[in-house]
């Protein structure tokens, strides 16, 4: 779920101020693009595997061992892309991005399983409207979020180790607890990575690095959108009979 360490950048001259405009308008504009073709990659992957309910490519896989592959490889990709950015060329790290939204799909098809369309367009629409606000805030604000960074982070740490817990517990009200303080840390993600993303533009950067960047920052959004997105869709989401 979370992103390692970001890689260091070298930071260059700064461009005027009409130059930065422009190109951190494009540059904002690719990491968006990037995000909503992953998302859409994921729904399309995720919509084709439950095709048939029970009879679904989805079902047969978590009857066999590799339903492990489909549940840990996206995790393993994840690792790969943030830890091993720097040795990876911009056309390598967006196959990569592609290859992990498809596997994205895999894993979260059983959404369409459990859930019925309508309540997971319904949650669709919310998640996006609510990212949508957050990043556009993140984006504009002149305040300094970094502030929040460490409480941001401590939030989804504590839903890692807490959602670990409850699969052995299986609490109905601690998972109802994790989905909302979920709910409040990846809206508050949604913002601060928003402005850490823009912040990390710069406008005299290679071909290679502001490639680099655009994938990191479309990964980061990305999950940010998916997990705001499965929180709702456990607190909000109309279960199939």
């Given at each position: ?10 930071v ?5 101020p ?12 690719r ?11 994921t ?44 040795r ?17 799909g ?75 303080i ?20 710069v ?39």
């Open positions: 779920m979370a992103l390692g360490s970001q890689p260091r950048w070298t260059q001259p700064a461009a005027a009409a130059d930065v405009d422009v190109g951190l308008r494009n540059y904002m504009l990491i968006y693009n990037y995000m909503a073709s992953g998302l859409a990659l729904g399309i992957v995720a919509y084709a595997a439950a095709a048939g309910g029970r009879d679904s490519f989805i079902a047969h896989i978590y009857t066999t061992p590799l339903m492990w592959l489909v549940i840990l490889a996206p995790l393993g990709l994840v690792m790969w892309l943030s830890y091993g950015i720097n990876l060329s911009a056309q390598a790290a967006q196959a990569i991005f592609w290859v992990y939204a498809g596997l994205m895999l894993s979260l098809s059983t959404v369409f399983l459990v859930y019925t369309g309508a309540s997971i367009a319904r949650v669709f629409f919310i998640t996006a409207g609510t990212f949508a606000a957050m990043s556009l805030y993140g984006y504009s604000t002149r305040r300094d979020l970094s502030q929040f960074g460490s409480f941001l982070f401590m939030g989804l740490i504590g839903i890692i180790i807490a959602s670990l817990v409850n699969i052995f517990i299986a609490s109905s009200a601690l998972q109802f607890a994790i989905c909302v979920g709910v409040l840390v990846f809206t508050g993600l949604t913002a601060w990575d928003t402005q850490a993303i823009k912040e990390m533009y406008a005299y950067d290679d071909g290679q690095i502001a490639g680099k960047k655009a994938v990191m920052g479309a990964l980061r959004l990305y999950l940010d959108f998916v997990n705001l997105f499965m929180m709702l869709i456990q607190l909000l989401g109309v279960r199939r009979d």
